[in-house]
């Protein structure tokens, strides 16, 4: 038979851990990363569709040392609504529950699309034509310059500086044809409601089609200013 202290020993024991068991706490349960970081990538693909591209979407692992509560609400993504096609981004994602936080994630956008390259050299002033273009997939997130891909962008565009064969185009480096050169002699058209009058002049400037320059009457002396209509004519009076 036990004796009586082992007894109330057991007894101590036993009422000891059941108090134990009723006062811990729960252990917490940790939010997930991946639905952390699936959330941002969700938005991210949201906003950074293109038709005519394929999107990639890199997500930046969290560090493993941060541990948030597991949210009791759904999470929400916290971003600009201009979203970049390509390049970096940085998207919010929060918990609106009980133990509400919010942690930042980083990411990058790639697009890849075909873009225009030079398909040779080309000099400066030159006018670019489908035989100057080839089309290459790439990654628009590293292309810092921009891109064009739509080739009537392109055609008949005219080039600010010599470019290597292989040259990604951009907006910077096109320019519409000049039609007009300063010092070339110009036809000066003036149009009226019943009478339409031409004259010979020097334009005093260079003159893209639509643009509006100064030109020289060479029998006055007169200097006028007149829109460029066509190659070598300048129109005044409108």
């Excluded at 970081?37 to 990639?56: C, I, M, P, Y």
């Excluded at 064009?148 to 005219?158: E, K, V, Y």
């Excluded at 000049?178 to 070339?184: A, K, L, S, T």
Aim: proline residues 6%.
């Amino acid at each position: 038979m036990p004796h009586p202290s082992h007894l109330l020993f057991r007894a101590a024991a036993a009422l000891s851990l059941s108090f134990a068991a009723f006062a811990a706490p729960p252990a917490r349960e940790n939010q997930p990363h991946e639905t952390i970081l699936d959330t941002a990538r969700a938005f991210l693909e949201s906003g950074a569709r293109h038709e005519n591209g394929e999107t990639v979407i890199d997500v930046a692992p969290i560090d493993p040392r941060l541990q948030l509560a597991a949210c009791d609400a759904p999470l929400e993504a916290l971003g600009h609504s201009d979203t970049p096609h390509s390049g970096s981004a940085t998207v919010g994602v929060r918990c609106a529950g009980s133990n509400p936080w919010t942690v930042y994630v980083r990411a990058t956008v790639h697009l890849f699309l075909d873009v225009a390259v030079l398909r040779n050299a080309r000099a400066k002033d030159a006018i670019v034509g489908e035989a100057d273009l080839d089309f290459v997939r790439k990654d628009a997130a590293g292309l810092r310059g921009g891109y064009l891909s739509d080739p009537a962008q392109i055609m008949g565009r005219q080039l600010k500086r010599a470019l290597p064969a292989g040259t990604v185009l951009t907006p910077d480096v096109l320019t519409a044809p000049r039609i007009v050169r300063r010092g070339q002699q110009v036809v000066i058209r003036s149009s009226g409601a019943a009478l339409s009058v031409q004259m010979s002049g020097e334009a005093l400037e260079d003159g893209e089609d639509g643009q509006r320059i100064h030109v020289r009457n060479s029998q006055s002396r007169r200097i006028v200013e007149g829109r460029v209509v066509a190659p070598g004519v300048v129109e005044i009076g409108r």
